[in-house]
């Protein structure tokens, strides 16, 4: 049988090719993290006492290496994610939460109009996420739907939203629908919502030349990339949603944006929905990029 040192530093060695030294470390910590259910004290304190792996663990733990070596994302290896330091549940088929839509929550939980919102729509909801956040750290609202067209994502959102209720107490609707259908249905809900969010898929496919294996071989394109012809298209979709009396009068459109379109999202929106109807603020990222979008909307 191996200590957990000597599979920690072995792990590290056989990630090498696709991974920094100290990334490699902290995937390897955090692999026999999950294999023994520790958290991170626990598993230097065993470290330095020589502590042994089981055969089984030893086995599990190859079985995630090969995963990792065929470029499997970690999250998927692990089955979570983590979204503002809680853990959630993701599997192939569905978008990994990224650190910018963190932001864009945290952004609209901190929003001085936070505690007035009673009703929001999350479209494109993928692992559920931001609507699990929002209503989460959102306890005045009293009804939170999420959109999503994907049966594979609905099945995971479905699975952290059950987590999120038995936690909580909070409830999420989930909404098996394409965006583009609901528009061309034009049926506004009798109480219009008071606050729209969404994360679509916003990366132009001639991009993809420059990401990783780990996103282009495993991560869902269906949640990852804007028509070609249109990489605006699903801004324009949830656009109409707002013109056609989804979102009240005085309410909140937060959007998670690519960079390389934030302007023309922006000039889109207003466009369809009005000038003189809405007001928009393009807010940039930890990193100084043009990600989000906030619109107010005044009235029709």
């Known amino acids: 049988m191996e200590t957990i040192r000597q599979v920690e530093e072995a792990t590290i060695l056989r990630l090498a090719p696709e991974y920094?030294?100290?990334?490699?470390?902290?995937?390897?910590?955090?692999?026999?993290?999950?294999?023994?259910?520790?958290?991170?004290?626990?598993?230097?304190?065993?470290?330095?006492?020589?502590?042994?792996?089981?055969?089984?663990?030893?086995?599990?733990?190859?079985?995630?290496?090969?995963?990792?070596?065929?470029?499997?994302?970690?999250?998927?290896?692990?089955?979570?994610?983590?979204?503002?330091?809680?853990?959630?549940?993701?599997?192939?088929?569905?978008?990994?939460?990224?650190?910018?839509?963190?932001?864009?929550?945290?952004?609209?939980?901190?929003?001085?109009?936070?505690?007035?919102?009673?009703?929001?729509?999350?479209?494109?909801?993928?692992?559920?996420?931001?609507?699990?956040?929002?209503?989460?750290?959102?306890?005045?609202?009293?009804?939170?739907?999420?959109?999503?067209v994907s049966s594979q994502a609905i099945s995971i959102a479905q699975e952290n939203f059950r987590r999120l209720y038995e936690q909580s107490g909070r409830e999420v609707y989930l909404w098996h629908e394409d965006l583009f259908a609901l528009v061309e249905a034009h049926t506004p809900p009798p109480t219009p919502l008071d606050l729209i969010v969404s994360n679509p898929p916003y990366i132009h496919p001639s991009e993809a030349e420059d990401m990783t294996a780990h996103v282009l071989l495993y991560e869902p394109h269906l949640a990852l990339f804007a028509p070609e012809e249109s990489p605006l298209a699903y801004y324009t979709a949830i656009g109409q949603l707002v013109r056609q009396g989804y979102l009240r009068p005085g309410g909140s459109l937060w959007l998670e944006l690519n960079p390389l379109y934030a302007e023309q999202t922006r000039t889109a929106l207003l466009y369809i929905i009005g000038s003189e109807q809405a007001e928009a603020e393009l807010i940039k990222d930890m990193s100084g990029k043009n990600r989000f979008l906030h619109l107010t909307y005044h009235s029709a």
Not at 70 to 84: N, R
Not at 119 to 146: E, M
Request: glycine share 6%.
């Open 20 to 148: 920094e030294p100290a990334e490699a470390r902290e995937i390897a910590r955090r692999l026999i993290e999950d294999l023994r259910g520790l958290r991170r004290t626990d598993l230097l304190l065993l470290t330095g006492k020589d502590t042994l792996l089981s055969p089984e663990e030893i086995t599990k733990l190859e079985a995630a290496l090969s995963r990792l070596e065929a470029a499997e994302p970690l999250q998927y290896v692990l089955g979570s994610a983590t979204f503002l330091d809680e853990e959630l549940y993701v599997a192939p088929g569905v978008l990994i939460p990224r650190p910018e839509t963190e932001e864009l929550a945290q952004l609209i939980l901190q929003h001085t109009e936070a505690s007035s919102w009673r009703r929001l729509l999350d479209v494109g909801t993928g692992s559920g996420c931001l609507a699990w956040a929002l209503a989460k750290h959102l306890p005045q609202l009293d009804q939170a739907i999420a959109l999503e």
